[in-house]
């Protein structure tokens, strides 16, 4: 079946939203420092540099094999809060390790949006459609408390001490 399985009548909910940061791609040492600090919001000078470097991060192929899997029951759709200026490279690198190939759908941030990830994600989630929605896969523990509480089923990928401890140790 094709990774991106179009199912024409649906008696229950059809989606898996898979996050890419910290889920299926793992962020480069010469990405992460264009992080902004905790706090800062979304919008710093270095947010167009670190949402453009994204085609240098490393799969984490665990996850996206059970991703693969997952594509023969599901539709997938990844949600990133990356903006949309990398939405070409975002694409790219999907195909190259996730799709093989295939096109993926994909909701990014609009560029302007500087909130956190949460509140971001949600929004594009009610685009897509809450009812229409299986379950999410998410590595952060806020994220996915924003989806449980508009109640998308979200299962972690892991679990950090503190949200940014995996960014800090390659600072």
Known sequence: MSIFNQHAHHKRPYIVIVDIDGTISEATEDRLHLLPPPGKGALTEHWNEFNLACDTDTPITPVIDIVRQLSSIYTLWFVTGRCEIARD????????????????????????????????????????????????????????????????????VREYENALLHQQKLL
Not at 94 to 116: F, I, Q, Y
Not at 142 to 148: H, I, M, S, T
């Open 89 to 156: 490279k975002t694409r790219a690198w999907l195909r190259k390790h996730v799709t093989n190939g295939a096109e993926p759908l994909l909701s990014m941030r609009p560029a302007t949006d500087d909130r956190n990830d949460g509140p971001a994600k949600i929004d594009l989630l009610k685009k897509i459609g809450l009812s229409k929605i299986a379950f999410a896969l998410e590595d952060k523990i806020e994220v996915a408390r924003v989806f449980r509480r508009h109640g998308v089923l979200t299962l972690m």
